[in-house]
């Protein structure tokens, strides 16, 4: 099994690099996340691995990171999402990203995969839930509070205050970032109104 690739990149191609590594070409299937952040011909890259054996095939796919990989599993454990899919997923939200929208039950963020209808989305929201914290990387700290507004079990000042920022045009994922630094900020017990204004001084930060 392969688990790590170091080595130079020969080629990109639209859903794959080419690395060589000490005169070998692998191919290595990636998201447009991470095909957009290698560099160029002749550049040095590492890719963790993720290794696929068939019958009739053995396929690497690759990562900038091994939470990225971790999550292109998490995702394959989910009916119907294959590594096509996993990977369509990952080119659009980072794994943190895909973590909170998760706990949010964000399923438009989700569904704005290729090949994400709103029964996939909603089976990941489902399935992962309970998962998502222990992948949430650099977005862990406040993945607690955004499962509590997912299950809509904070106060209603609180939903009201992220209901009120996400109207503005806010993504839900920055209202609730926004609205959980309000809370910390001396906005505990404060109506929706205060905790708004708490929150946009935080957005225009």
């Given at each position: 099994m392969i688990g790590k690739l170091k080595g130079t990149i020969?080629?990109?191609g639209d859903d794959h690099v080419v690395i060589d590594v000490h005169g070998v070409g692998y191919v290595a299937y990636c998201?447009?996340?991470?095909?957009?952040?290698?560099?160029?011909?002749?550049?040095a890259a590492v890719l963790f691995i993720e290794t696929y054996v068939r019958e009739d095939q053995l396929r690497l796919f690759g990562f900038l990171?091994?939470?990225?990989?971790?999550?292109?599993?998490?995702?394959?454990?989910?009916?119907?999402?294959g590594a096509k899919v996993?990977?369509?997923?990952?080119?659009?939200?980072t794994p943190?990203?895909?973590a909170n929208a998760i706990a949010l039950q964000d399923k438009t963020s989700i569904s704005r995969a290729p090949g994400v209808g709103p029964k996939v989305a909603v089976r990941i929201v489902t399935e992962l839930k309970n998962k998502a914290p222990a992948f949430a990387g650099d977005a862990a700290a406040g993945i607690?509070?955004?499962q509590e507004l997912g299950e809509g079990a904070v106060p209603a000042p609180v939903a009201d205050a992220v209901s009120a920022l996400t109207n503005l045009g806010y993504s839900r994922d920055q209202a609730a970032?926004?609205?959980?630094a309000a809370l910390r900020n001396g906005g505990e017990g404060a109506d929706s109104a205060k905790l708004?204004?708490?929150?946009?001084r935080e957005l225009s930060q």
């Open positions: 020969d080629e990109i998201s447009a996340r991470t095909l957009g952040k290698l560099g160029s011909a002749g550049e990171s091994a939470l990225e990989r971790e999550w292109f599993r998490l995702l394959q454990s989910v009916q119907g999402v996993a990977l369509a997923v990952l080119s659009v939200l943190g990203e895909l607690g509070f955004k970032n926004a609205i959980s708004i204004r708490l929150g946009l």
